[in-house]
T-cell receptor, first 114, second 111 residues
Framework: NAGVMQNPRHLVRRRGQEARLRCSPM?????VYWYRQLPEEGLKFMVY????????ESGMPKERFSAEFPKEGPSILRIQQVVRGDSAAYFC????????????FGPGTRLTVL | DAKTTQPPSMDCAEGRAANLPCNHS???????VYWYRQIHSQGPQYIIH???NNETNEMASLIITEDRKSSTLILPHATLRDTAVYYC????????????FGKGTKLSVKP
């Protein structure tokens, strides 16, 4: 059973470009969480999604950031018009049930904005 | 969710037990204690969780005080690969949503 997969592992963008980060949860998991980790800081929650629904986006910046988890395919975290401050590691986690706090994390995508 | 307090860093000799403390003096009766760790540049990894009884699995043991105001994660025979940041999180098990990560304890296992 493959773990949570994220791609790309490393992504370089210039200021103003768009970044798309993909997350494939573990098989059978329908709950996905995105976290961001700025350099030398702890993980911060961004958004919680179930299939086709955003459940909690209280940690998402109000502008430029969006997330989806379609019925088919991976979850996508999209950052429009990236700025240098968006440089960070973005981790995705999945769980099989909404009330389980045992979340399984992917290896992360490291975004560098030049 | 209750707040936790952990020492920022600890050292441990390879092969010895690593005991990582966590204070959660405002924990509620239905909140569990969870431990995760993050090895450098990797995604966090679940270790163990418990309510009030001591718990043990293949990775670690969790000792929770009788008043539940503090707990200790024990790695019985630390190896160099256990060097990581360890996070103590308290949360109601039935609640859905995100985990709240504090600053954790940076454990350095030395040869």
């Amino acid at each position: 059973n493959a773990g949570v997969m994220q791609n790309p592992r490393h992504l370089v963008r210039r200021r103003g470009q768009e970044a798309r980060l993909r997350c494939s949860p573990m098989k059978g998991h329908s709950h996905v969480y995105w976290y961001r980790q700025l350099p030398e800081e702890g993980l911060k929650f961004m958004v919680y999604l179930q299939k086709e629904n955003i459940i909690d986006e209280s940690g998402m910046p109000k502008e430029r950031f969006s997330a989806e988890f379609p019925k088919e395919g991976p979850s996508i975290l999209r950052i429009q018009q990236v700025v240098r401050g968006d440089s960070a590691a973005y981790f995705c986690a999945s769980s099989p049930y909404p009330d389980r706090n045992e979340q399984f994390f992917g290896p992360g995508t490291r975004l560098t904005v030049l | 969710d209750a707040k936790t307090t952990q020492p920022p860093s600890m050292d441990c000799a390879e092969g010895r037990a690593a005991n990582l403390p966590c204070n959660h003096s405002t924990i509620s009766g239905n909140e569990y204690v969870y431990w995760y760790r993050q090895i450098h540049s990797q995604g966090p990894q679940y270790i163990i969780h418990g309510l009030k009884n001591n718990e043990t699995n293949e990775m670690a043991s969790l000792i929770i005080t009788e008043d539940r105001k503090s707990s200790t994660l024990i790695l019985p025979h630390a190896t160099l690969r256990d060097t990581a940041v360890y996070y103590c999180i308290v949360r109601v098990e039935g609640s859905q949503g995100n985990l709240i990560f504090g600053k954790g304890t940076k454990l350095s296992v030395k040869p």
